[in-house]
C-alpha cells in the first residue's frame, strides 16, 4: 500500500505516518519543518519526506519522479487560529485559517488526484467544529464545514472515476494544535487512538470517521436545539 499524508510532522498526521509504515505501507509524508521530517525518518527510516508549504501553489511537488501510482492520500495537515475580537475581525487570521484548511486542499487535488489508482481512497480531515456554530469559531468552524462540502461532493463525482472518499470528523484530540487552547476540551482523546479509529475506519471503507462517539452524538443532538436556542448556549460558553 502507498499513501501520501500531508502534515505528517506533528499530531494526528505524525501519528499516522509512524503507524502506516510500520504496518509494510510506503509513505510519502509532507510537512513544512525539513528538521520535524528528518526526525520522522529517524523513527522510521522507511518514510520518504517531501518538504515544502502546502500554500505554495506554484512550487508543488507533482510526483512525476515517483511514477508509482498511490492508494491513498490523507489530506490532514490543518491550523487552527480564533477570532479573539470579532468587532475587530482579522481578515488575514481568517484568510490563513481558510487558505490552508480549504484552499490547499484544491492545490493538492490538481497536483495529486492523477496520481490515485482506480479503487484508492482520498481522505479529508475535517472536524466535529463544522457540526455547529462555536464561539470564536468563525475562521476555523467554516473552514471545516466546507471541507466536510468538500469531502461530499467528491464522493458524488468521483464515484464513477472508481476513487472512494472519506471524511474524517475528530472531536479534540492532544495535540501541539490543541495544546494552545486554554479553555476545558471535553472527551479529548490522544493523538494515538485518533491515528487508529482513523486507520481502522479507512480499512473498512467508511465515508464518515467521526469520534469519540458520544461526543459526536451529543454534538449532533445540540444540533437539532432551535438555533435561538443554541445561540445563548454558546454565547454563554465563548
Ligand atoms: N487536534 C484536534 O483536536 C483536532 C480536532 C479536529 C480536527 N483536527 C484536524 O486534524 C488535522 C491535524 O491536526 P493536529 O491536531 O494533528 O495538528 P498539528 O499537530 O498542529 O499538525 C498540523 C500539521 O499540519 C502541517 N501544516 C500546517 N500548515 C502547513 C502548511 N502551510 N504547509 C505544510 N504543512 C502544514 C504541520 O506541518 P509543519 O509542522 O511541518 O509545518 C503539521 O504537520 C488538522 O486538519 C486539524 O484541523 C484536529
Known sequence: MRLLITGATSGI?????????????????????????????????SIKAL??????????????????????????AGDCEYIDDVLNFE???????????LIS???????WLKHLKPGGRLVLVSSSAGILPLPRAEAYGSSKAALSYLGKTLAINLKKHDINVT?????????????????EMPMII??????????????KGKSDISFPTLFIFIMKCLRLLPSSLWNRLATRMG
Not at 19 to 43: T, W
Not at 172 to 182: A, G, H, I, S, Y
Request: aromatic share 8%.
Open 105 to 111: 486542499i484544491g492545490y493538492g487535488l490538481q497536483a
Open 13 to 45: 498526521g505524525k501519528e499516522l505516518a509512524l503507524r502506516y509504515a510500520d504496518r509494510g505501507a510506503q509513505v510519502i509524508a509532507c510537512g513544512r519543518s525539513e528538521e520535524k521530517l528528518q526526525q520522522l525518518i529517524v523513527e522510521q527510516p
Open 51 to 76: 518538504c515544502f508549504d502546502l500554500l505554495d501553489y506554484d512550487h508543488y511537488p507533482d510526483l512525476k519522479d515517483d511514477p508509482k501510482l498511490l492508494d491513498t492520500i490523507i489530506f490532514n
Open 190 to 203: 490522544s493523538s494515538q487512538e485518533a491515528a487508529e479509529k482513523i486507520m481502522s475506519g479507512v480499512e
Open 167 to 183: 471524511v474524517v470528523h475528530p472531536g479534540f484530540v492532544e495535540t501541539p494544535l490543541t495544546d494552545k487552547n486554554n479553555f
Open 91 to 101: 481578515a488575514k487570521k481568517f484568510e490563513r485559517v481558510i487558505n490552508i484548511n
